[in-house]
């Protein structure tokens, strides 16, 4: 079975550039996470989704950020404009119902970098 | 605010030693407590998952114990291998949120 793919696993931009990742979850999974953690932390969660709707953004800075997960399968976060503090790496995770009995499973993640 | 905290940052010991990695969190109104491995370059990869009812969790050479009371946790890993290299992470579920720690480095001399 096919773990979570995210895409690309590197990128590199100027900042006040625009820049978007990607991610498939596990198939069959309801839940999707993307999550960002930066040097020598641990992962903070952006935004969590059940199905299509995003049930936790709280933590999304909106100014800047945006996701979607049209159909409930796929979905992509943005940035736009990137800033310095943005340098991250950005990692998508999914789960089948997102309930605690669950884990999470978690793709390789996008570095990100911004100069 | 739930803040999770390991201890140590960084550990460096000689194959076959037991060890054991702590995490402590503030808030004990949690739904579980999970421990994960990260391997440079790569993501998360779920190594036990404690739920709030439970004390302990075994897989192979690892134990993680649960004291949702005192706010801890440890990870027990016995006869480390090199392989054990890795960064190993602390998290707990309390509003279907995993909060984080910032993860115990960990290198296992050959």
């Known amino acids: 079975e096919a773990g979570v793919v995210q895409s690309p696993r590197y990128k590199i931009i100027e900042k006040k550039q625009p820049v978007a990742f990607w991610c498939n979850p596990i198939?069959?999974?309801?839940?999707l996470y993307w999550y960002r953690q930066n040097l020598g932390q641990g992962p903070e969660l952006l935004i969590r989704?059940?199905?299509?709707?995003?049930?936790?953004d709280s933590q999304l800075p909106k100014d800047r950020f945006s996701a979607e997960r049209l159909k409930g399968v796929d979905s992509t976060l943005k940035i736009q404009p990137a800033e310095l503090g943005d340098s991250a790496v950005y990692l998508c995770?999914?789960?089948?119902?997102?309930?605690?009995?669950?884990?999470?499973?978690f793709g390789p993640g996008t570095r990100l970098l911004v100069l | 605010k739930q803040e999770v905290t390991q201890i140590p940052a960084a550990l460096s010991v000689p194959e076959g030693e037991n060890l054991v990695l702590n995490c402590s969190f503030t808030?004990?109104?949690?739904?579980?407590l999970q421990w994960f491995r990260q391997d440079p370059g790569k993501g998360l990869t779920s190594l036990l998952l404690i739920q709030s009812s439970q004390r302990e969790q075994t897989s192979g050479r690892l134990n993680a114990s649960l004291d949702k009371s005192s706010g801890r946790s440890t990870l027990y890993i016995a006869a480390s291998q090199p392989g054990d290299s890795a960064t190993y992470l602390c998290?707990?579920?309390?509003?279907?949120?995993?909060?984080f720690g910032s993860g115990t480095r960990l290198l296992v001399r050959p």
């Open positions: 198939s069959g999974h309801n839940t």
């Open positions: 998290a707990v579920d309390s509003s279907y949120k995993l909060i």
């Open positions: 995770a999914s789960s089948y119902a997102g309930t605690p009995e669950e884990t999470q499973y």
């Open positions: 989704y059940e199905n299509e709707e995003a049930v936790d």
């Open positions: 808030d004990s109104a949690i739904y579980n």
